[in-house]
């Protein structure tokens, strides 16, 4: 579309180093997507991530890549389960003490999607709608692309973390046919 591949654009617009390659291998790993999770694999994952970052003296970045990049969310939400059960904190704890900057933020990132992704996109809904000005871009793309998927998760997520409605943010933050094309996509006030 953009006559550039999204390779290309990476490489260009990041600094080399552990974002990047996460970037670059997330984007061209092909992952299955399904339901499925192999325990065996997702209790060796959590072992794999926590000997490569909290047991050893710095971090194996590679092994974080490899792991993030490579499995389904189904299977990151598993590993993230066992890496509770196995060790006493959460993975997003242990991702915030073993890696900074925009490593962490990507690997929290997908991590966050896949655990509780209603959750990360009411986040994500509510920052682009916060403050003056709305980031329509943002509230398009999320509405448009997870209407069909899980917006009833996304809208109940919003209603628990901001105490009203999804609906009436988007009505307040929106006019015209942009506000009715937006609350048709959402769906019933609730």
């Given at each position: ?43 060796k ?18 092994t ?8 389904s ?11 509770h ?53 943002t ?52």
């Open positions: 579309m953009f006559g550039v591949y999204l390779e290309h654009d990476i490489q260009t617009n990041t600094s080399p180093g552990d974002h990047q390659k996460l970037l670059l291998a997330y984007i061209s790993t092909p992952r299955h997507e399904g339901p499925e999770v192999n325990r065996e694999i997702a209790q994952d959590a072992k794999g991530l926590y000997k490569a970052g909290e047991k050893k003296l710095g971090t194996d970045e590679k974080f890549i490899h792991i993030f990049s490579e499995r969310a189904a299977h990151l939400a598993a590993v993230s389960s066992y890496y059960d196995m060790y006493g904190h959460s993975l997003k704890k242990a991702v915030k003490n073993e890696t900074s900057g925009a490593f962490e933020h990507a690997l929290l990132t997908i991590i966050q999607c896949a655990v509780n992704p209603g959750k990360y996109f009411a986040k994500v809904l509510h920052k682009a709608m916060k403050g003056l000005g709305t980031d329509d871009s509230l398009i793309r999320v509405v448009v692309t997870r209407t069909e998927v899980d917006m009833q998760y996304i809208k109940a997520a919003y209603l628990k973390k901001h105490k009203k409605t999804l609906n009436d943010e988007v009505h307040s933050e929106t006019s015209s046919h942009y506000r009715t094309f937006l609350l048709s996509l959402l769906g019933p006030n609730h």
